[in-house]
């Protein structure tokens, strides 16, 4: 790891930038990719691939707390 972090902050890093990804409203942009290479390198162990929102997962709560809106076909 860096010569500067200890495992403990290292560890601490990488579960901030976990909760920032998941939080993200585009998993998909430069910005979150770059957040995941930022991750694998902090710990590669853990580093996931990044998944599309599916349909099945509208109107979940989202990390911020609101409901996201359900679509349907009928309107």
């Known amino acids: 790891m860096s010569q500067n972090l200890t495992n403990a902050e290292c560890a ?3 579960r901030v930038v976990r909760q920032v990804i998941e939080c993200d409203r585009y998993p998909l942009s430069p910005r979150v990719r770059r957040w995941n290479e930022l991750l694998a390198k902090l710990d590669p ?3 996931a691939p990044v998944e599309p929102f599916t349909a099945a997962e509208a109107g979940r709560v989202s990390c911020f707390g609101w409901f996201t ?3 349907s076909g009928d309107d």
């Open 12 to 14: 601490e890093l990488a």
């Open 45 to 47: 162990t853990a580093a």
């Open 69 to 71: 809106r359900r679509t």
